[in-house]
């Protein structure tokens, strides 16, 4: 499973990044889910411009969205507990990071120095 962080989604949707989008191509051409978490679309929904919604609510049909649940909650606790001093981690992201470890997701981010969790794989 993939799970896909905000930044991904922007050039996505807006379309500047060519391999970003050629990577999304053919992530969608196959049978691996491609998964994202709710404060993904929290971040994107915020930063979204008027003439973006349609094709924001096309994309989130496309994905699956995993729950934030106590066992993801406790993980991105402990992140925080470890990281946020030493790496400035916030609780979004550490949120993100948490799904991605409970699920054994890989992390498709272009923000790695976000992410200094040393369980989690990258896309």
């Known amino acids: 499973m993939i799970l896909v962080d905000s930044d ?30 709710p404060v993904t679309v929290v971040e ?18 496309a994905l699956v969205c995993l729950p934030i649940d106590h066992g993801i909650g406790r993980q991105a606790g402990e992140y925080l507990a470890h990281y946020h001093r030493s790496h400035n981690v916030q609780i979004g992201d550490a949120l993100i990071a948490a799904t991605a470890s409970v699920h054994r997701a890989d992390l498709w981010t272009m923000n790695r120095k976000h992410f200094p969790m040393k369980d989690l794989s990258f896309l």
């Open 8 to 37: 991904v989604l922007i050039e996505v949707t807006r379309g500047r990044a060519a391999n970003i989008l050629a990577v999304w191509e053919e992530l969608s051409g196959t049978a691996e889910p491609i998964a994202c978490s």
């Open 44 to 61: 994107v929904w915020h930063g979204a411009r008027p003439h973006e919604h349609e094709a924001l609510t096309r994309l989130f049909r």
